[in-house]
């Protein structure tokens, strides 16, 4: 088994087909997403290959260290974090081909109007171990 992350971004992906914003969906649209995202979960759940998901908020805030006794900067919240990541879920299953297959399926959520919104997912493997020093690709 490969455990695999579905990246759901707000914007900054291709345009998907339905590419309405959730926050011009009506409360029954909505509903009907969040309904189709739980129950993807739940079937794979019981197929053992759901490891975990959540929805992120659109805000956020970049942090980095300041040296030695001082205290962490900060420098936002940004507005391009809305760009960034939606959401995740980690997968855990025998194939690539079956990781495109599940991402494929989550893609096909209903968005605006009840149609499929056909978005893009960022399908990314985790690392199996920890590359060497050599392998790193940003040395």
């Given at each position: 088994?490969a455990k ?8 900054g ?21 969040l ?54 879920m ?11 297959e599940?991402?494929?399926e ?11 919104i ?13 590359p060497?020093?050599?392998?790193c690709?940003?040395?």
């Amino acid at each position: 088994m490969a455990k695999y992350l579905l990246l759901k971004h707000y914007r900054g992906a291709p345009a998907a087909v339905n590419d309405v914003p959730m926050d011009k969906w009506t409360p029954e649209e909505i509903s009907a997403h969040l309904r189709y995202m739980n129950e993807f979960a739940a079937r794979l759940e019981k197929t053992g290959e759901f490891v975990d998901g959540q929805a992120l908020a659109p805000e956020g805030t970049f942090v980095r260290y300041d040296g030695e006794g001082r205290p962490p900067v900060t420098d936002g919240p940004f507005a391009e974090t809305k760009d960034l990541i939606a959401g995740w879920m980690v997968i855990d299953v025998d194939s690539y081909e079956r990781a495109i297959e599940l991402a494929g399926e989550l893609s096909a959520a209903p968005g605006a109007g009840g149609k499929p919104i056909h978005e893009w997912l960022e399908v990314r493997p985790f690392l199996a171990a920890t590359p060497t020093i050599t392998e790193c690709p940003h040395r």
